[in-house]
């Protein structure tokens, strides 16, 4: 069956980096755009950063953008987001989510698959 496990959450100070990864299984990683979405405590779902199926483009929400790289590798059907100069603001659950196709402006209702999510918490 189709799995999309997160992993790597935590606690960290501002300013400090962490990176989260997402383990899919149970369907074809390579034909799938995956994107990073996060939901903060009482705020909707919000777009982070988006890749297609074979990384040629990615689009990043403005408030990551500069901080935050998302990168897949398809042999491992894995994808990353790495975070740098992290803010409170940061503060959220994270999610990975695939798509079956790619564009700058997929909207959330379009994603066909949904992990369970890894808190990541930046707090001094």
């Known amino acids: 069956q189709v799995q999309l496990v997160e992993a790597g959450g935590g606690l960290v100070q501002p300013g400090e980096s962490l990176s989260v990864s997402c383990a899919a299984s149970g369907f074809t990683f390579s034909d799938f755009a995956m994107s990073w979405y996060r939901q903060a405590p009482g705020k909707g779902r919000e777009l982070v950063a988006a890749?297609?199926?074979?990384?040629?483009?990615?689009n990043y929400a403005d408030s990551v953008k500069g901080r935050f790289t998302i990168s897949r590798d398809n042999a491992k059907n894995t994808i990353y987001l790495q975070m740098h100069s992290l803010k409170p603001e940061d503060t959220a659950v994270y999610y990975c989510?695939?798509?079956?196709?790619?564009?700058?402006?997929?909207?959330?209702?379009?994603?066909?698959?949904w992990g369970q999510g890894t808190q990541v918490t930046v707090s001094s």
């Open positions: 890749i297609s199926s074979h990384g040629s483009y990615t």
């Open positions: 989510a695939a798509a079956d196709y790619y564009s700058d402006t997929l909207n959330i209702h379009e994603y066909k698959y």
